[in-house]
């Protein structure tokens, strides 16, 4: 039997977060050679903390790339991280990082056993098709990026236009962005999240949870990324009629919107890690997703929603495209005054049998099982020649 291809993967800093390319390589590791490059995102240069300690993060890593703060896993790929230059808004910055990369993989490529297979979450690697002869390229999309707050939207959209006609497969994660690419020219496999239920259901040692030590109860809890994403009104008037708990936010702030911070019964914590997130939804009476509906919440998965769905605790959260398939598993809202009214009779009743009963089909939902999925579209190509190409 022929051995698969090897992977160059392009995303985000592998074992920063548990993105959904992550959780899929995790299980391609075994039988696959994989080499991860961490790449930079087109977010604006702000004057925050977040932008400077992602600076001082990607600093570390071109200069100490021995020393990359990843978790001590059993088993993770090759991990690189080429120095780039921090933007591709220009002609200039689109070819520097063009050369820059094509120079630091190219030895890398050239010692592979045969044409790798290239996976990217992100279209700014369109200017490297073509560069390495053999090689099969997979955009795996995950998000519109033109659309996400705070990124450059039009640099993101202008090269995944130039990017989406010239790969050989797209893998999208739902329909929305299976729509979207379409309009750029290429059909796409639809691949929606999995989730890990040993992570989630395990009962392994309980942890405590100092981070919400004292907080008033009943707890409502979201965690992820804190942003623009958020409906103010369904927070604002969950916040308003929730008497005596706590509306707890776990995880990064990115420029969430500033009233956020001044409602009455909300507080926020650090993100933490991805092992310790089981035991902070133990502590929650209702976990809650309160996403405002706008294109680029129509448009993702949120990996969190299976994973609040597999805790077993009742779950709240905005109706759209990725969360209504899910409405006899969780209460699917449209309104804030629902939204509010849900979470206060979940805290009270809790999680409904039938809604309990319609999760089992998560079974059915894992990363082994996703991953599956994935490799066939990998793998779904000629079988490369038997001289190897010379790449440039």
Request: charged residues 25%.
């Amino acid at each position: 039997m022929t051995a698969p291809r090897p992977l160059l993967v392009f995303a985000d800093d592998w074992g920063r977060h548990p993105s959904s390319c992550q959780h899929l390589i995790r299980q391609l590791l075994p039988r696959r050679e994989v080499v991860w490059v961490n790449t930079i995102g087109t977010r604006p240069p702000r004057l925050d903390w977040s932008t400077v300690q992602r600076v001082a993060g990607k600093l570390k890593q071109w200069s100490k790339p021995g020393e990359l703060a990843v978790p001590d896993d059993t088993l993770r790929p090759q991990i690189l991280s080429p120095k780039m230059w921090p933007s591709f808004r220009s002609r200039f910055g689109r070819g520097l990082n063009r050369r820059m990369l094509s120079k630091a993989l190219r030895p890398v490529i050239a010692a592979m056993p045969q044409p790798p297979v290239i996976v990217t979450t992100l279209p700014l690697v369109a200017d490297l098709v073509g560069v390495w002869p053999g090689v099969r390229w997979v955009y795996y999309c995950v998000d519109d990026f033109s659309v996400w707050p705070g990124y450059d939207g039009e640099t993101m959209l202008k090269m995944e236009r130039e990017f989406v006609p010239k790969v050989d497969a797209v893998v999208a994660v739902s329909e929305t962005l299976r729509e979207h690419v379409l309009k750029l020219g290429k059909p796409s496999t639809l691949l929606t999240h999995g989730v890990d239920l040993d992570h989630w259901r395990g009962n392994s040692e309980r942890e405590s949870v100092p981070e919400l030590a004292g907080l008033a109860a009943p707890l409502v809890l979201f965690w992820g990324v804190i942003d623009r994403r958020l409906d103010m009104d369904f927070v604002r008037h969950l916040a308003n009629n929730l008497k005596g708990g706590t509306l707890a936010f776990v995880g990064p702030q990115e420029d969430p919107d500033p009233e956020l911070t001044k409602l009455p019964n909300v507080v926020f914590r650090s993100p933490v890690a991805f092992e310790r997130l089981p035991s902070f939804a133990r502590q929650a009476a209702v976990l809650v997703m309160p996403y405002a509906d706008l294109p680029v919440t129509r448009a993702m998965q949120p990996l969190k929603f299976k994973e609040y769905l597999a805790t077993g605790r009742p779950t709240v959260v905005r109706d759209l495209p990725s969360t209504r398939e899910w409405a006899d598993a969780a209460d699917v809202v449209r309104t804030q005054e629902e939204f509010a009214a849900r979470v206060l009779e979940r805290i009270a009743g809790g999680l409904p049998a039938g809604q309990r009963l319609a999760r089992e089909r998560l079974s059915s939902e894992s990363w082994a099982g996703k991953a599956t999925e994935f490799e066939k579209v990998l793998d779904d190509f000629p079988a490369a020649d038997e001289t190897r190409s010379t790449f440039n």
